[in-house]
């Protein structure tokens, strides 16, 4: 596919889309500090709210007696389960099946907010009173191992219907739960049939680690009412530190949107997580009650929720003699998390993964979604789909095996361009592959046969994915022409994906400006905001404001030749007269016009032409409300394939001491058209800060008899840091297959990897080594412990 719906799409010369080292509109304010996110709004009168956290895993509130806690000086309200205004808030974000309350006095998870809601003049009096609070709790059996919890005669944590959200058309019941335990199967084909066909078949398993992604600043809010006589009757709800759009604290606070002010232009928070926390929605209630200010913020601690959820792969694979595959059954036994998880990772999944990349079409998926009390997982997650590298996995044990590259058996085995019975390569996918050959000078050994000079062990892994646009959201895109300026307005707040700066060079690249050129007004009354799907929405948001611009550029060069016949009245007597216009007298049409470095040009003779200022003086407005067309992405899920990548990475095994150090990462990605580069690197280099972290460092650690977590601070909780940082060998390809702008798709989170760095390990010490592959556990799989 191209960028073949909308203006402009094929554009082959490119002075601004594309170009390295443009910086970022807001990057000045967060490199000096002085950017301001919601939790750094301090006002006058201020207070400070904090909730009771559940010390266990899983618990109920039976009473609680305030009374003490009262009487402390400096608090000024407490709120319970039981009152009637906490019992109003609408409940947002939960899970299939019945709604449960906004504040419940069951936990289900250690360090969940439950039951008890303390406004005070300072932090330290909040948790002060949170001490003298006389809670009666009754603690409540809890899983934090899913292989136990999935067993018969385990407690059954969650009575009732099945949390799991069912993918289907409206009114599709969700699968009936025994137990803890959701099972959800889907079957493609024929799998005994495919298994016959096989000349060799190969069970093996896997784990996929639970880890997190701690958010650069903790979620929380300010929020206060004010009169404001410009919005009319009524106060204004004035929220900082939210959400990324105010619409659903609008919805949640019955306020009108005109009505709810959201100024801020930063938000912190982790990628892909489009999560509310209940300190981001509560601030509104709170200072409705008490008529001042109130400000809620998170713990570092309390951000140790999932970033992916834990998982266990059991699966067969059957191939014939070259290498194809013939049948895949997958069992996966999956951590549901607690009420409100996302689905992420578990029924999404089989949706959309790597078996439908393949020319098999004999897939049986099985899934057993355990409920637990490990903890929670907001809305979306880094790796998904989670189960990738299962197949990344069928590959490399397939070329094992046969004693072939896993990249051939790669070739073998990925079907075509418009089906899974599309015998043609895919263009992307042959020319990352060769690419990353080259970037990674590839020549692969068996496991366990290539030691280094200095005697540890050689390992290499490759995989590939999709790169794709999940974005499938309208957009609403303005520009301006305003006293010779063009302008972008749009609203915030800004979360690092750096969309508004793609669509101010797309606008620049359409009007023949530079990217300085196009101002952009942040306004959160604005309807336009780039984000959408994640970052790869920016390639669907920056079609639409290409379509924008090149009505905007209609508009300009109409207006010129009007101004050129009629020139307007200069508004001050004092103004100097305006020259004549080139362009009078000659009988032009609009398209004998262009833009170019800022002035309107005529087109057969671009040396004649007008600074864009001077030749239209008016103000002009241009709209456009619209998406690109369908991605592939959301047509075939895999079963069509456009725009690809390859991942591929080398580690050092030392067999004495069981360090791993990853010499280096290779990543080739083919976005379709590259729009700004600098966030491209920038996400590459996170994908693999990811994969690293997951596959060497990072695990949770549970006290199996309480359920509490034990390492939910970032000592204990092990993530890479600066040293721990391999070398990232990057290429990037532009085959223009996507249908977004300029033929763009996206790179979102497909080059992270859950597996890449673990296969590496085999592949140079011939042992399996699950993830987090600490040198403890490499010496015990080999052995030496």
Known sequence: MADLAGANGQREHFRVVGKPNLPGRLSYAMATGIAKFGIDYVLPNML???????????????????????????????????????????????????????????????????????????????????????????????????????????????????????????????????????????????????????DHVIEYDLKLPAFASHMPNPSGSVAWWEENPYLGEGKALHIEGAVRE??????????????????????????????????????????????????????????????????????????????????????????????????????????????????????????????????????????????????????????????????????????????????????????????????????????????????????????????????????????????????????????????????????????????????????????????????????ASAWVMKECAHKLKRMILEAALEEAENPPQPISMFAPPRPPSPFKGKGLKPEDLDLQDGKVVLKSDPGVGVPLAEAVTQNLVATYAGRPPTALWTLGMGRMLDTMNAAFCEVAVDTETGEVEILRFGAVADPGKIMRLTSLESQIDQVMYFSQGCQLLEDYVYDKKTGVKLNNNMIDYKKPGMLDIPHVDRKFLETRAGNAAYGASGISHSLANTHLVIIAIHNAIGVWVDPPATPDKILKALGKA
Request: hydrophobic fraction near 35%.
């Open 246 to 539: 105010r619409r659903a604290i609008s919805a949640m606070y019955k306020v009108p949107l005109e009505k709810t002010i959201q100024k801020g232009l930063f938000m912190g928070g982790k990628y892909c997580d489009w999560g509310l926390r209940k300190s981001q929605e509560i601030t509104p209630l709170l200072s409705k009650r008490t008529g001042r200010p109130v400000r809620c913020v998170n713990k570092r601690e309390d951000h140790y929720d999932f970033l992916m959820k834990e998982r266990y792969m059991y699966l067969k694979v059957g191939f014939k003699e070259n290498g194809l595959i013939t049948a895949i059954d997958d069992y996966s036994i999956a951590d549901g998390g607690v009420t409100g998880s996302s689905s992420f990772g578990t029924t999404g999944d089989q949706r959309y993964g790597p078996y439908f990349t393949l020319r098999c079409k004999n897939i049986r998926q099985s899934m057993d979604i355990v409920d637990s009390n490990r903890g929670k997982m907001y809305v979306s997650g880094q790796h998904c789909p989670f189960n990738w590298d299962s197949g990344t996995m069928a590959i490399y044990l397939i070329a094992e095996k046969l004693g072939k590259d896993p990249i051939e058996i790669a070739r073998i085995n990925l079907h075509g361009p418009t089906s899974q019975d599309d015998p043609n390569p895919v263009p992307s996918f042959e020319a990352c592959i060769e690419a990353g050959k080259k970037l990674m000078n590839w020549n692969w050994h068996p496991a366990g046969t290539k030691k280094l000079p200095d005697g540890r062990m050689h390992g290499a892994s490759f995989r590939y994915q999709m790169c794709p646009r999940h974005a499938f959201s309208g957009y609403e895109a303005k520009l301006e022409l305003r006293d010779g300026v063009v302008r972008m307005p749009t609203q915030g707040p800004v979360f690092g994906v750096y969309a508004v700066e793609v669509n101010a060079m797309v606008a620049a690249e359409e009007l023949g400006l530079n990217y300085e050129d196009i101002r952009v007004d942040f306004d959160y009354r604005e309807k336009f905001t780039p984000v959408g799907g994640g970052s790869d929405g920016t390639t």
């Open 48 to 198: 400070h709210a904090k909730f009771l956290r559940s010390p266990y895993a899983h618990a109920r509130v039976v009473r609680v007696d305030t009374a003490k806690a009262r009487t402390i000086p400096g608090v000024v309200d407490i709120l319970t389960w039981e009152d009637a205004d906490v019992k109003d808030l609408s409940s947002f974000g939960e899970s299939f099946g019945t709604p449960k309350p906004w504040l419940d006095n069951v936990a289900e998870h250690e360090g969940q907010e439950v039951a008890v809601i303390v406004v005070a003049e300072s932090e330290d009096i909040c948790e002060e009173a949170l001490r003298q609070l006389d809670v009666e709790w009754e603690v409540l059996p809890h899983i934090v191992d899913i292989l136990e919890g999935k067993e018969p005669d385990a407690p059954v944590i969650r009575p009732g219907a099945s949390p799991v959200q069912p993918f289907g058309p409206p009114g599709v019941k969700p699968p009936e739960k025994k137990g803890n335990v959701t099972t959800v199967t889907t079957v493609q084909g024929d799998i005994e049939a495919g298994f016959a066909e096989a």
